[in-house]
């Protein structure tokens, strides 16, 4: 069973945690607010707000952003951070903070 589980979290498919951080992780994502725009390049822009205190709660949330059908690879940037991504079924997962700035997500030419 913990061979299981090891194996889930290093493949980033469990987190395992602390219940402080789960309460501080969950308070943040439920009161937190996206918007979205499309830029003229093409690419999109998120803005990641949050209604939790940031000195206590800075968590990055998991996002999930649906991407036309054309794009066959992106590129997620939030500030100078860039996030790895994988498309799977039109859809990218990424890690962002709220109030860290704006979210980019844009496609790459392979």
Known sequence: LL???QQY???RQLWITDHISQHQYATERD???LSER???DGSLHIELT???DPLLYRFPLTLLTELPGTWQAARVTQGDREVPVVIIDRVVRYAAVPGGGTIIVQPMNR
């Open 38 to 40: 499309s830029a003229a």
């Open 50 to 52: 949050c209604r939790a």
């Open 31 to 33: 009161s937190a607010a």
């Open 3 to 5: 061979d299981g589980l």
């Open 9 to 11: 979290q290093a493949q």
